[in-house]
């Protein structure tokens, strides 16, 4: 349904924009209706940019999106309207995706105003009844409150229940749960698999491994901007392949292995990967990796390795794979 | 035995009235013991931590005690406390990003701080050196303004700083939740490591995330509500708790391995109540599956087997 090809998005930094900072490069991948494919990344990674590019809030630098065959960047006046009828977008942080001097449910009645202004207030009061209980929230508990008045979690899914009054395909979900508790982040997940099942397409976006592999069938792994595994989740969680996966999984906080343990089952699966990699480059083994991972183009790491098949269902971008040099796969 | 907190009771003034985020608290941290602290947001946590090493204007402290190392610490007293500050008590911030003077060079920074508390900063210098190695930072750090290193090196160096003065009890609030998982784990591991080599004798982890603390952590204690729900070693804590609200936490966390199509967890319904007037009885007992009559009784945090407590009637065994 919705397919990236090629997305690569420059950034002028500098003065006067002599600079170009690479966010994405080179990223494809396709999410079909009824999946949930998940986005992951650490900071700097590109894959906040990638959901605001299919939002049409930034522009594509090179490259296309394409929703149901139509190419995202050449929808424009009216058309877009249409197109947020069918593609909407939920953020991190639910406090301030409001107006606290506003009741909540302002943003139903801003919805009404844009694409149901016809509508009769008693179909209509029906129809917000219902996208309601289907993100499990009571009416008379939200309706008529104001931000403040409401916990997190709850806010959050009135930002689901908000997408779902227009006949919404695809849901761009920007680390829609970080900012929740433990107790009511599984809540909104739950609720997010359930739009799967109605056939909705999901880009879940998060920095969490493990919400990702609960929740998706598809998991696409960004680093630097671009993609350096994708595959079905069981694949990449299963047989993690590129070194930068090992490292992100073998750092997952778990409930019940230790930290030591996942590494060495890693490591006995498939052996540490060693050669020259241009993530080794970056982060040698012995130096633990920083975070810092903003990509500057002619530093050597602006172009994209091309994503090799390593078994059904499952690619890894590893510049030497295929060359004899990486011992990855 | 390195602290030890008696019905501590700590509440927050409002307009309306007191709030009352911390009441009753007692346990205790063992020496090299680490002590993970987790619950809900609003379940008090960060009051406890912050009550014993500085009250806010907002705070009020109503009662109980804290001793350190057999030392009473007068946390009323914010004059007082300033003694036992980053000497005797340190803490690392929630927001350690963003907690060094930007308009400072780091090492004029430490410098200053270590002045202010008649130190000298040329005797500790090789130490500092030592430990800015330890946790893999360069020398030349201390030659940089704080804007120059990224989120994690900030977060290391805060560490290194906060722990400077080898206190007996260091508070970590939140320490790895704004950081990517890879510096997560390198800082959870950091913070191990400086228990390891004795620069602080005691550690309270405060995080909402359980399974940073089956990580890092030698016991759990988890709050709920302002109380005390239980406190266990960390292994007893995850595979076997006693108390609902804890079994109902652990169960609502997904993990690498637990998929949505096999096996579908579930949170906890309902929200913590509000702790302007709380509820009698347990507090968690409109949210719990197991309550029953007696919950409207408030349960105490008894023993219910070898160095495991809780505040359950069920767990205690006295449903009958």
């Not at chain 1, 990674?45 to 394409?66: D, N």
């Not at chain 1, 699966?269 to 241009?278: E, N, P, Q, Y």
Request: proline share 4%; net charge neutral.
């Amino acid at each position: 349904m919705l397919s990236l090809n090629r997305v690569s998005k420059f950034y002028k930094v500098g003065t006067f924009g002599g600079k170009e900072l690479v966010a994405v490069r080179d990223v494809s991948f396709d999410v079909d209706e009824g999946e949930v494919v998940s986005l992951i990344g650490e900071s700097g990674s590109g894959k906040t940019t990638i959901g605001k590019m299919v939002l049409k809030l930034i522009e594509i630098s090179r490259g296309s999106i394409t929703c149901d065959g139509t190419d995202v960047a050449g929808i424009h006046g009216g058309a877009v309207k249409s197109y947020y009828r069918h593609v909407q977008g939920v953020f991190q942080d639910p406090f301030s995706s409001y107006n606290p001097i506003f009741k909540a449910d302002r943003v139903f009645g801003m919805i009404r105003g844009e694409y149901f202004a016809d509508m009769a207030r008693s179909e209509w009061s029906d129809k917000v009844e219902g996208a309601l209980r289907a993100v499990a929230l009571e009416p008379d508990q939200v309706l008529n409150k104001y931000p403040h008045q409401l916990s997190g979690g709850q806010l959050q899914r009135l930002l689901v229940a908000r997408a779902l009054l227009l006949e919404l395909k695809f849901l761009v979900a920007d680390e829609i749960i970080s900012m929740l508790d433990a107790s009511t982040r599984i809540d909104v997940l739950n609720l997010l698999a359930e739009l799967k099942g109605r056939g909705m397409g999901i880009l879940f976006i998060t920095h969490d491994l493990s919400l990702g592999n609960y929740i998706s069938e598809k998991t696409v792994i960004l680093r630097r901007g671009a993609v350096v595994e994708m595959g079905a989740t069981d694949k990449v969680f299963g047989n993690p392949t590129h070194p930068y996966t090992k490292v992100l999984i073998s750092s997952v906080p778990q409930l019940h292995k230790k930290w030591a343990d996942v590494e060495a089952e890693i490591q006995a699966r498939g052996g540490d990967a060693s050669g020259t990699c241009l993530f080794h480059q970056a982060y040698p083994p012995t130096v633990k990796a920083t975070g810092k991972a903003t990509a500057k183009a002619g530093d050597g790491a602006d172009v994209a390795p091309t994503l090799v098949k390593v078994e059904e269902d499952h690619f890894v971008g590893c510049f030497d794979l295929g060359e004899g040099t990486c011992r990855v796969a | 035995m390195s602290l030890q907190v008696s019905d501590l009771r700590v509440y927050y003034r409002t307009l309306a009235g007191d709030v009352q985020a911390l009441d009753g608290a007692t346990f205790s941290i063992d020496d090299k013991e680490i002590m993970g602290l987790a619950g809900e947001s609003g379940c008090g946590k960060s009051t406890l931590g912050n009550s014993l090493i500085r009250l806010d204007g907002r705070m009020r402290y109503v009662a109980g005690s804290v001793t350190l190392d057999g030392n009473s610490l007068p946390i009323w007293d914010n004059e007082a406390m300033n003694e036992f500050r980053f000497r005797d008590v340190s803490v690392i911030p929630q927001y350690a990003m963003s907690a060094m003077n930007p308009t400072r060079k780091i090492g004029k920074m430490i410098g200053e701080l270590l002045e202010s508390r008649g130190e000298s900063y040329k005797e500790i210098r090789p130490e500092l050196m030592r430990r800015i190695d330890l946790v893999g930072l360069q020398p030349d750090v201390l030659s940089r303004y704080p804007i120059e290193l990224s989120g994690g090196m900030k977060q290391r160096m805060v560490m290194v700083v906060s722990t400077l003065l080898d206190p007996s009890l260091l508070i970590a609030d939140e320490i790895t939740s704004a950081l990517d998982v890879s510096t997560q784990r390198a800082v959870a591991e950091t913070l191990v490591s400086f228990r390891d080599h004795g620069f602080v004798k005691s550690m309270m982890v405060i995080t909402h995330d359980v399974s940073i603390l089956y990580q890092t952590a030698d016991t759990i204690l988890i709050m709920y509500a302002g109380k005390l729900a239980e406190k266990a070693p960390t292994k007893a804590i995850i595979e076997d708790p006693r108390h609902p609200y804890t079994k109902m936490l652990i169960s609502s966390l997904p993990e690498v391995g637990i998929r949505y199509a096999n096996k579908k967890l579930s949170g906890i319904p309902g929200s913590p109540p509000a702790l302007l007037n709380p509820p009698t009885g347990c507090r968690f007992r409109a949210r719990c599956p197991l309550a029953f009559d007696k919950c409207a009784e408030e349960p105490p945090f008894v023993q219910i087997a070898r160095d495991h407590s809780a505040a359950c009637w069920k767990a205690t065994g006295s449903d009958a």
